[in-house]
């Protein structure tokens, strides 16, 4: 099995060696990258490509590591028994028909083999994966509650994904390869706009390409827009039919594009635009 990428995700050569490396070596795969550079949308082309079907576990602040693999729900437990009825009360009895399977559990016992997205793992707090180094690892963990060993399978194929708000202990990044979605550069990012929309006027997308790279390459910026701003954005300049000129000005300055809501998202960024173009404009 090999990802070549897809229809409608462009993978670069690196990315794709990348995804390999982590089938090859059977780990995990983790994901780095700007916000809105592909790294969600790559674990399910991926499954897509591969034909497997994709488990996602987004994670939260609040996230533990035990709710992947069970969670014994001892409220309904204690509402059925307070019940009288024979079929409550032989439920009751019973704590399996009360333990309620995670993700993790799902992929491992899949009668197929499946892909597992951990979806954005440094939103978590930093035990989180350190708990599950052995989940990973062996593929394996132990319901204490019903006594039972719950072993994969099949290895899944674990994705993972951070946007590096928290650093990942050494002992799970030796677990996993890394591969970090670097910005696309303009051919790539021509490819990416293209599969989105096949039919864009040539002049238009050039103009609207070189408007976004001199946004994004202002030095200072707090938030560069990424590849999912700048599909936004070309979306609303189809849809609202901005013309080929507001988005040139005739001197070959920089100005403010139209509808830079979708591009610059807070006010201080704006401003530095702002200030940009009024220093070009009274240079001369
Ligand atoms: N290589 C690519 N090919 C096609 N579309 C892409 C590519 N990279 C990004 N996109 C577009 O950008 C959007 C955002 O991608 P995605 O949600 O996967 O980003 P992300 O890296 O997970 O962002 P975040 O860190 O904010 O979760 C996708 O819905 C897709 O439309
Ligand atoms: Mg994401």
């Known amino acids: 099995m090999k990802f070549q990428g897809s229809e409608h995700y462009i993978a670069t050569q690196d990315l794709m060696l990348a995804v390999n490396a982590a089938l090859t070596l059977k780990r995990p795969l983790l994901v780095k990258g700007e916000p809105g550079t592909g790294k969600t949308m790559l674990a399910e082309e991926v499954a897509g490509a591969l034909g497997m079907p994709l488990l996602q576990w987004h994670i939260k602040s609040t996230t533990k590591a035990q709710q992947g693999l069970y969670e014994y729900d001892a409220v309904s437990r204690l509402r059925d028994s307070q019940l009288s009825g024979s079929e409550e009360a032989a439920r009751v009895r019973d704590i ?57 399978k099949h290895r899944p194929l674990v994705f993972i994904t951070s946007n590096n708000e928290k650093e990942l202990p050494d002992a799970f990044l030796r677990r996993c390869f890394f591969h970090y979605i670097k910005f696309p550069e303009a051919d790539t990012m021509q490819r990416i706009v293209d599969v989105h929309f096949p039919g864009l006027k040539k002049q238009l997308l050039a103009a609207a390409m070189k408007t976004f790279y001199e946004v994004r390459n202002l030095p200072g910026l707090k938030k560069k827009p990424s590849t999912s701003e700048l599909l936004d954005w070309l979306k609303l300049l189809v849809a609202e039919d901005i013309p080929l000129e507001a988005l040139q000005s005739q001197d070959d300055k920089v100005a403010v594009p139209p509808l830079v809501g979708a591009l610059l998202k807070n006010e201080q960024d704006l401003t530095l635009f702002e200030k940009l173009v009024f220093m070009q404009r009274h240079n001369r």
């Not at 399977?101 to 491992?108: D, T």
């Open 96 to 152: 399996r028909n009360y333990i309620v399977k995670g993700v993790l559990w799902q992929a491992f016992t899949s009668d197929q083999p499946v892909a597992l997205l951990i979806d954005e793992i440094d939103k978590a707090d930093i035990e989180f994966p350190n708990d599950l180094l052995r989940e990973i690892d062996r593929m394996e963990f132990y319901v204490y509650e019903t006594r039972e060993l719950i072993q994969a």
